[in-house]
């Protein structure tokens, strides 16, 4: 039977997570939209239920699974709502806006004894991220020295302010980093360059690699989001997809997105077609559990805070809890 899934929250991601699961994900199908904006709601559902109650949508017998794409302060309790129903939810990252409240969420699996929660940390299952880990697990690069990554968006709202970079931005960098390297962060540095924007954060991990990141937020000219990994036989870089370049008047070029959907659109198909899949076969899936969400999360907050102190991070591993081993 086709998998019901309900989607919470119908802005840029919640549509287009409603538009995958009514087009282009098979063995489920959108069964519900709830968007306060009940418009919002109803071009997101495409005909099929809406309602402007979060709870009432986990909670119906018109859903088997839930897809959270709220603001980031909702996050956390709808997750808790989904645990508390047995419900399996694919959360769009973070977790939670802050690291007590993650790990309330990982406490709850525990207690359920039970992995019911995936976070949105879609770059795991992009063409390109998954190529480099593949070829660097092959050790085709030898060992890992240095990851470098970018991670420009062309403008933000006047709402996405102060920490928000690092809490909602670089979150991804550090759960793409631990993913891709198997490396756990041992500390950060952090430049704020121009009025805080960008910045450029140098994390090390537990193996003595060093992470780069530069996190630009209104870079003006587009969604660009680029990885390299240096080892010691060589390198590996993410290639920006594109279907076409344009040779013009003596130059070649080609076009920057707006934002992550187009860029990502890939990723976010796999993504929900994986965790689909995990659900019917009750398999662990192969996305960021909650335990991941939490340490990114945890981290994120640890170099906020010593930002605003004017230090580098102390970043302290903590041991893995056996549901997620
Ligand atoms: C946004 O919320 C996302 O999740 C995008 O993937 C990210 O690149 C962007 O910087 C965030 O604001």
Request: net charge negative; hydrophobic share 45%.
């Amino acid at each position: 039977m086709s998998l019901a899934v309900g989607v919470i929250g119908a802005g840029v991601m919640g549509s287009e997570h409603a538009r995958i699961l009514r087009e282009a994900t098979p063995g489920a199908h959108l069964s519900g939209v709830c968007d306060a904006d009940v418009a919002r709601a109803r071009q997101a559902a495409g005909g099929v239920w809406v309602t402007t109650d979060a709870l009432e949508l986990i909670r119906s017998d018109r859903t088997d699974a839930v897809v959270i794409a709220a603001p980031d302060i909702t996050h956390a309790s709808l997750v808790l709502a989904c645990i508390e129903q047995g419900k399996p939810v694919l959360c769009e990252k973070p977790l939670a806006t802050t690291a007590a409240e993650a790990r309330g969420v990982v406490e709850a699996e525990i207690k359920a004894s039970r992995r019911l929660v995936q976070v949105g940390y879609m770059r795991r299952f992009d063409p390109a991220y998954a190529e480099m880990k593949r070829l660097k697990d092959e050790g085709a690069i030898g060992s890992p020295l240095i990851l470098h990554n970018v991670h420009r968006n062309p403008v933000v709202p006047t709402w996405f302010a102060g920490p928000m970079s690092v809490t909602n931005a670089f979150v991804h960098e550090i759960d793409a980093s631990r993913w891709l390297l198997g490396s756990e962060m041992v500390s950060a540095h952090v430049r704020s360059l121009g009025a805080g924007d960008p910045l450029l954060i140098t994390m090390e991990t537990d193996r003595g690699e060093v992470v780069s990141t530069e996190v630009f937020m209104n870079c003006g000219y587009g969604y660009h989001v680029h990885a390299e990994l240096v080892g010691q036989k060589g390198t590996l870089q993410t290639i920006t997809p594109r279907l076409v370049t344009e040779n013009l008047s003596g130059f070649s070029r080609g076009t920057y997105p707006d934002n992550w959907i187009p860029r990502f659109r890939n990723a976010y198909i796999a993504q929900l077609d994986q965790w689909v899949k995990s659900i019917r076969s009750q398999l662990p899936g192969e996305g960021a559990s909650a335990w991941d969400g939490y340490l990114t999360t945890k981290i994120a907050d640890e170099i906020v805070a010593a930002m605003a102190n004017g230090v580098d991070a102390k970043l302290v591993p903590e041991a893995v809890p056996a549901l997620y081993r």
